[in-house]
């Protein structure tokens, strides 16, 4: 059971000092058998005024601040230290009913699985669907672990991974012609096709733990934070899939929001007061280390709960 360690640092910086209005940070790990919060800590510079923490619709925990005064800057750190269990590669259980596709949800589930499994972009709906019935077989039927497999290597194999600092996500079917994106397009694209083979899929922001071999990297999305998808499979509930590094299973990943589209689960949003020509740049910086074992009390950085210093 692995201990990691993140240190996630956001930092704007202003031409001259300029009011902030209020921030929602969502930076938080949701607790969960796989994964447990040991310790966290949350430092703003400046100080806001008030700092209330919220659950948000899907459950995630969510830091608004709002502050007073004006600075040439506005920088959050976020420190989290936490167990994570990695599960064996589609080692899920899953119903009998489901283990080949197509097959039907619950009665008593779709109520709640229903927005999941509507697109989130229609328009783009021709190409995708196109895309993702490639993956069944002649008679359009597909063993479902091989199928969500195949999709999430496919992906992984035949698009190249590029960051970009435009805010925003690319239309799937954008991201489907250029055969190039972030993590969170690929999140998309994946979470769009899977939808359109009628499966319910939600959208997930996070961090990664990016392990060496050799001295080279393993996956690619480290130093930002990171996106992949979750479908809901009878038997086995939210299974985790990254499309962007081929990971079928919560390996690596550090789960901190879902949502059912990628505009509900931004990592921090908020708003400032100036000229637009005053703002300089932001920079994001994230860290995921392993630890050799769990800290001490002692050791936690800022207690058990997030606060702001």
Known sequence: MPILSVDHVTTYRYRQPVGFGEHRILFRPRDSYDQRLIAASLDIAPQPQSLRWIHDVFGNCVAVARFR???????????????????????????????????????????????????????????????????LEADGTADTRALLAAMTAGIRRDFTYAARIEKGVQDPAETLRLRRGTCRDFALLMMEAVRSLGLAARFVSGYLYVP????????????????????????????????????????????VAVARHPGQAVPLHGSWIGRPEDFLDMEVTVRVTELPEAPTAAERPGGPRLAAD
């Open 69 to 135: 005064g004006r600075a040439p800057e506005l920088c959050f750190r976020c420190r989290i230290t936490l167990d994570h269990t990695p599960e064996p590669p589609l080692a899920f259980a899953l119903a009998e009913r489901a283990a080949r596709y197509p097959f039907a949800y619950d009665p008593d589930e779709m109520p709640d699985l229903v927005r999941c499994i509507e697109r989130h972009s229609p328009a783009s709906g021709g190409p995708v669907a196109s895309w993702a019935r490639g993956f």
């Open 212 to 255: 060496e071999r050799d001295g080279v990297a393993l996956h690619a999305g480290g130093g930002a934070t990171h996106a992949w998808v979750q479908v809901y499979l009878p038997g086995a509930g939210w299974v985790e899939f990254d499309p962007t590094n081929g990971i079928a299973g919560n390996r690596d990943l550090i789960r």
